[in-house]
């Protein structure tokens, strides 16, 4: 199985700050590589797919990029609804594996 | 607007079975994957494998391999996952999803399983 390493696991951050988290695979996954927001007793949201492609009707303060093993995903300026938890996905390769989440909360 | 739309939650014994739905609306249901993923309480993501509904073709994660079943009801538009010898880390917020592009968009509101005598 393709093993998914996210980074941080929790970060503190204030609204209007520039977030990045960053994702690496354990083997190339040809930017087959998705993200997506979970909040508290919500099913997740994606939010980018194909390594930098935004969903539509998702905000322009998403963005992401990588390729190869490597990828990371980026918060222009958090707002108060982004304070979730943010998971990458590959699904390069079944099984499909996640990140292990970065809990993004208010400092 | 695609829905997905599962059962309710279930408490069960260890040992036990239990078989989740997810019912499908607004789009052809022969046309996508429909696949199964879980959560354990503060836990992350794991895929459980998915079901092909037009032939009933399925793709397990090893992990599951030999307790989990995946079937389908193309009369209804329904889904449906089996995961039997159920054990007290099985307890979790089950999530039937669809894709969109290429990965999942659409979710189901989750099922919470919760294993204990």
């Known amino acids: 199985d393709i093993q998914m390493t996210q980074s941080p696991s929790l970060l503190s951050a204030s609204v209007g700050d520039r977030v990045t988290i960053t994702c690496r695979a354990s083997q190339v996954i040809s930017n087959s590589l998705a993200w997506y927001q979970q909040s508290p007793g919500k099913a997740p949201k994606l939010l980018l797919y194909a390594a930098s492609i935004l969903e539509s009707g998702v905000p322009s303060r998403f963005s992401a990029s990588g390729s190869g093993t490597d990828y990371s995903f980026t918060i222009s300026s958090l707002q108060p609804e982004d304070f979730a938890t943010y998971y990458c996905q590959q699904y390069y390769i079944t099984p499909w594996t996640f990140g292990q989440g970065t809990k993004v909360e208010i400092k | 607007q695609v829905q997905l739309v599962q059962s309710g939650a279930e408490v069960v014994k260890p040992g036990a079975s239990v078989k989740v739905s997810c019912k499908a609306s607004g789009y052809n249901f022969n046309d996508y994957y429909l696949y199964w993923v879980r959560q354990a309480p503060g836990q992350g993501l794991e895929w459980m494998g998915r079901?092909?509904?037009?032939?009933?073709?399925?793709n397990y994660n090893d992990k599951f391999q030999g307790r989990v079943t995946m079937t389908r009801d193309t009369s209804i538009n329904t889904a449906y996952m089996e995961l039997s010898r159920l054990r007290s880390d099985d307890t979790a917020v089950y999530y039937c999803?669809?894709?969109?592009?290429?990965?999942?968009?659409?979710w189901g509101q989750g099922t919470l399983v919760t294993v204990s005598s």
């Open positions: 079901i092909t509904p037009n032939s009933g073709a399925t």
């Open positions: 999803a669809r894709e969109g592009m290429v990965t999942l968009t659409y």
